[in-house]
């Protein structure tokens, strides 16, 4: 790569950050609001200790938090961590899909999921719901990406039923105890967007990630044994999107023999 290219490039993901860092600051807005049934678009930013509302120069990603130190302006309370940690997360993932998946209409469509699976995942941590309108949002993905790849139409028609089938099955024959109506719907939706062998890696991943941190959590924090397991889910939706494919060749390549 030249010089030049590497300069264009380098500028290429500083502008993606950015809109990241933007994207995640409205995510902040929806984790706060939805589970509260309140409008995310009406109703102006505010201090959730004093009321102040904040100004354009209060409301810039990431900049405004160190600006002002994690405090309010007004009130000088501590503003929760969470802002700054959604609004970076969701920036450096959508440059690391870039980086991992180039620059394609895939790409866009693999950094709105991210976005998503962010929301859902701190709405179901503290809530232990995943938002109806949020799976919406992730089926809607999956229609535009079938529509963009009909030529493998079945792959994601299998993706839209086949993980979600069996978590449904685990659903009613527990009664939700085992898992969470919301998950099998999570799982339909994206198995739509990502076809059925991402679906499955992503379903074995989530299972993996929640069998290891979930025990650690409850250690750590002395809390019950009660589950939210989309966050988990969403951690092995996003694994298998970035790294599902590569994953799979090399488990499949060790059952291949070499020739001769």
Request: net charge positive.
């Amino acid at each position: 790569m030249t010089t030049d290219g590497f300069i264009v490039e380098l500028i290429l993901y500083v502008v993606t950050f950015m809109y990241g860092i933007v994207i995640g600051s409205f995510l902040n807005v929806c984790i706060l609001r939805i589970p509260a049934g309140e409008s995310i678009a009406k109703e102006r930013s505010h201090c959730m200790t004093c009321g102040y509302q904040l100004r354009w120069y209060d409301l810039v990603p990431l900049f405004s938090y160190l600006f002002l130190g994690g405090k309010c302006r007004k009130c000088k309370s501590h503003i929760s961590l969470q802002y700054p940690l959604v609004e970076a997360l969701n920036g450096v993932l959508y440059v690391l899909i870039f980086l991992v998946n180039g620059w394609s209409i895939d790409s866009v469509i693999y950094c709105l999921l991210t976005s998503a699976l962010i929301t859902l995942s701190v709405i179901d941590f503290r809530t232990y719901e995943i938002p109806i309108g949020i799976n919406w949002f992730i089926l809607a993905l999956g229609l535009i990406h079938l529509f963009l790849n009909l030529g493998d139409w079945v792959e994601y028609v299998i993706g839209l039923i086949g993980v979600s089938g069996f978590v449904y099955i685990l659903y009613a024959a527990s009664k939700g105890r085992a898992i969470g109506g919301g998950d099998v719907k999570l799982m339909g939706a994206a198995g739509l967007l990502i076809g059925w062998k991402l679906s499955i890696l992503a379903f074995f991943f989530g299972c993996c990630f929640g069998s290891v941190i979930h025990p650690i959590r409850m250690a750590v924090s002395k809390q019950g044994h009660r589950l939210a397991f989309g966050p988990y889910l969403a951690a092995g939706i996003l694994t298998a999107v970035l790294w599902g494919n590569q994953f799979l060749s090399w488990y499949l390549g060790l059952f291949t023999a070499p020739v001769g």
